[in-house]
């Protein structure tokens, strides 16, 4: 009876490290290359490494208000043909201690398009669903706006990461201002 009861424990036990691994991995995130073949099917995908001089760095600091720690930066162009449709940035970040990286999508005239989580290291409860997302588009750089709790609603429980990926679309959209934003 004994042996009979060390046989079915062990095998209920067996049959949760089987499972574990398809309740641990609740979302299947993306490359920025795959995310950005999705939003844009029928484009062609440019990277696009950038050294930012001292003066861009410091104007991108003024025009966010966020340090912006490196000098390189990688951008996306989204074309099709010769013609940029769209510029895109994966921006990583920490939300209190572990990273997340955050696609966000610009339009050739300034404004965000699409937002999109592609890595969240944090439990799944604190990462922001679709919906909240989409509040960012349209949105642009202008004094007094992208701002945590004013323009874009807080999420419950979630405050540091809705705070994060806020504060950090000003950056992005500082950092293509300096660069592309002359060139419409």
Do not use: C
């Amino acid at each position: 009876m004994r042996m009979e009861k060390m046989a079915k424990n062990l095998g209920r036990l067996l049959l949760t490290l089987l499972l574990l691994p398809l309740f641990t991995q609740a979302k299947q995130f993306k490359t920025p290359e795959k995310a950005l073949a999705e939003i844009y099917p029928n484009a062609q995908i440019e990277v696009k490494n950038i050294v930012l001089s001292k003066e861009q760095q410091e104007e991108v600091q003024r025009l966010s208000g966020m340090k912006l720690d490196t000098r390189l930066v990688s951008w996306y162009l989204v074309k099709i043909g010769k013609e940029v449709i769209a510029y895109a940035y994966a921006d990583a970040h920490v939300v209190r201690t572990k990273p997340e990286v955050v696609l966000y999508t610009i339009t050739p005239e300034g404004r965000l398009d699409v937002v999109e989580v592609l890595a969240f290291q944090e439990p799944l409860e604190y990462m922001p669903d679709e919906e909240w997302l989409k509040v960012f588009k349209g949105k642009e750089l202008a004094p007094g706006t992208l701002r945590h709790r004013r323009d874009i609603p807080n999420i419950t429980g979630a405050t540091i990461t809705a705070r994060a990926i806020t504060d950090n679309a000003r950056k992005v959209l500082a950092i293509w201002q300096v660069l592309f934003g002359g060139k419409r």
